[in-house]
């Protein structure tokens, strides 16, 4: 089975750098994936890592270690716009390379 | 392209009223999902398919019959509605490796 864990609710000023965590555990790990999802909306995809190490995407990173099961978002420069649920899911190929999702992290951007 | 797309998004059912969801997808994915979301819940995976003619469960299946007669469309049954299917609904579609899954906008069903 798979165990993802990350916190429920964070709150951060704009302009800061915020760092989301998720930790996992799964049978068959193949894959770590972010998303971003707006009250109300569909998740839009982040991002994606398979080998460890940081992949950067603009004001986005994300990390990965797969000895620790442990993977975060970095949000720099943060806009009230970022104000959205953070969403950590794995793949795992025991499952068919399905996704299964942790129940994500509130995120609020003060002025 | 459109990407994932999605109908109706939204509907109000009668307990025992049946209805299909309706998803199709433009970007010639093999993979494509049934998720439904509910409040303080995760993601959860209802059915999915690997191709055109392929399907099999996910984590809820259970009240829900899913077709893949084509690439494109991928169309998710709910026969005898129950409250507890009261959710918001995602279809989701993906190339099988890399980037994605990649989401429609959803359906946000009720069922009274």
């Known amino acids: 089975g798979q165990n993802i864990d990350q916190p429920t609710e964070m709150t951060a000023t704009e302009g800061a750098i915020v760092q989301i965590n998720c930790t996992y555990q799964t049978s068959g790990f193949n894959g770590l994936f972010w998303y971003q999802q707006h009250a109300g909306e569909a998740p839009t995809f982040l991002s994606y890592?398979?080998?460890?190490g940081l992949e950067e995407k603009g004001r986005f990173s994300s990390f990965l270690s797969r000895s620790k099961g442990y993977s975060y978002l970095l949000l720099k420069e943060l806009q009230m716009k970022d104000s959205a649920s953070y969403l950590c899911?794995?793949?795992?190929?025991?499952?068919?390379?399905?996704?299964?999702f942790g129940t994500g992290t509130r995120l609020t951007v003060i002025p | 392209n459109a990407g994932v797309t999605q109908t109706p998004k939204f509907r109000i059912l009668k307990i025992g009223q049946s209805m299909t969801l309706q998803c199709t997808q433009d970007?010639?994915?093999?993979?494509m999902y049934w998720y439904r979301q509910d409040p303080g819940m995760g993601l959860k995976l209802i059915y999915y398919s690997v191709g055109a003619g392929i399907t099999d469960k996910g984590e809820v299946p259970n009240g829900y019959n899913v077709s893949r007669s084509t690439t494109e469309d991928f169309p998710l049954r709910l026969e005898l509605a129950a409250p507890s299917q009261t959710s918001v609904y995602f279809c989701?579609?993906?190339?099988?490796?890399?980037?994605?899954?990649?989401f429609g906008q959803g359906t946000r069903l009720t069922v009274v």
């Open positions: 989701a579609s993906s190339p099988g490796r890399g980037d994605g899954p990649f």
């Open positions: 890592n398979v080998l460890d």
């Open positions: 970007m010639n994915h093999n993979y």
């Open positions: 899911a794995v793949r795992d190929k025991t499952g068919a390379n399905n996704l299964f």
